[in-house]
């Protein structure tokens, strides 16, 4: 982290962005607004963005401020200049980075869900523990204002005693197994709203379930929120 030579008091801090996808754009809008959300001491500063491919991740940087591209996260990592790296990739390449990232003296911001098992999910802990760095999960659903209502509605007895959360979603014609962890953010945002409508208590007391639909009917005439890129 620096201090702005012009300004004691402004400190910045570089951010590293893992993903281009729809979430690197997510990441990257937030990264940009921070300081107009809230009253942060630091700035962040968009250094370094990585992806797969040159010419698209180029494009990428250009439309969101990033000032450098790179291929190779490894490479990312290991900069010296870089003091958050920021996981916004597919859940089965969150480990790997993760760790590389805590053992280079990386803060860790990382997107859910963030492991594929519990002894990937122990593992990425005791790393970022050991190497004194902060350690951040992306549970932003528990502060969407329909989950806050959603709690504020139980706290206030107007739905009486909950058991039960319905969710549905469209579900892939392939297995969670063979895309390796990409579809499993459905689930992840499940749980997670469940646990914050019923503080923390939902795997107790109330059961999720999930119905699968293979086709998801649209109106005539209209195209797809995300495109064919949703990584």
């Known amino acids: 982290m620096k201090t702005d030579s012009g300004d004691a008091a402004v400190k910045t801090v570089n951010i590293a962005l893992l993903g281009s996808k729809f979430m690197g754009k997510a990441h990257s809008h937030a990264w940009l ?26 494009e990428f940087a250009a439309r ?5 591209t790179e291929t190779n996260w490894e490479r990312v990592v290991e900069r010296n200049d870089i003091d958050v790296v920021d996981i916004a990739l597919p859940t089965y390449l969150h480990h790997p980075v993760a760790l590389a990232a805590a053992a280079a003296g990386k803060h860790v911001f990382c997107e859910k869900p963030f492991a594929l098992d519990a002894k990937q999910a122990r593992e990425m802990h005791i790393a970022a523990k050991q190497a004194g760095v902060v350690h951040y999960l ?10 806050a209502l959603a709690r504020q509605l139980i706290d206030e007895g107007k739905v009486g005693r909950v058991f039960h959360l319905p969710d549905y979603a469209p579900t892939p014609r392939f297995s969670i197994e063979e895309i390796r962890g990409f579809g499993e953010p459905m689930v992840a945002i499940t749980v997670e709203a469940s646990r914050e409508t019923h503080h923390e208590r939902g795997s107790n007391e109330v059961w999720v379930r999930r119905g699968a ?17 949703t990584v």
């Open 213 to 229: 639909s293979n086709e998801r009917p649209k109106p005539s005439g209209t195209r797809s929120l995300f495109g064919n890129n």
């Open 138 to 147: 992306n549970h932003n659903y528990r502060r969407c204002p329909a989950v």
């Open 33 to 58: 607004n921070v300081r107009r959300f809230f009253d942060s001491e630091l700035t962040p500063v968009l250094k370094v963005v990585c992806g797969q491919r040159k010419a698209p991740l180029d």
């Open 64 to 68: 969101w401020g990033w000032e450098e």
